[in-house]
């Protein structure tokens, strides 16, 4: 569904923010069918934002070595963060930012 600039500023918050939640909710159900819990969702993020980072970081780093390629590396890295920072976010997360005395579950990565 596309809309036009004009349609986007006549809409109310509240309208334009319920077509956001169903669109984003429709991607969901998309991408991870009827297992759309909160840590799925959290996985599936985690693994765009790391996708999306390393494909960064390689157009970033591609024809360095050495110190050029650490630095571009650490501004793609930065650059990346401030252009996209909930999927930066999501792929830093760590069981230490995810612990129980953070007020959320760890995550149960065993197999099987």
Excluded at 13 to 25: T, Y
Excluded at 57 to 64: A, F, N, R, S
């Amino acid at each position: 569904m596309e809309y036009t600039v004009q349609q986007i500023l006549a809409e109310d918050v509240g309208g334009w923010n319920r077509l956001i939640a169903a669109d984003l909710a429709s991607e969901l159900e998309t991408q991870l069918g009827d297992k759309a819990t909160v840590p799925a969702i959290r996985r599936l993020l985690a693994v765009k934002g790391f996708r999306e980072l390393r494909k960064r970081l390689e157009l970033e780093t591609w024809d360095k070595r050495g110190e050029p390629a650490i630095r571009a590396m650490a501004m793609g890295m930065r650059a990346f963060a401030h252009e996209r920072p909930g999927l930066s976010a999501a792929a830093f997360r760590s069981t230490a930012t995810d612990s129980p005395s953070n007020g959320e579950p760890k995550a149960n990565n065993s197999v099987g």
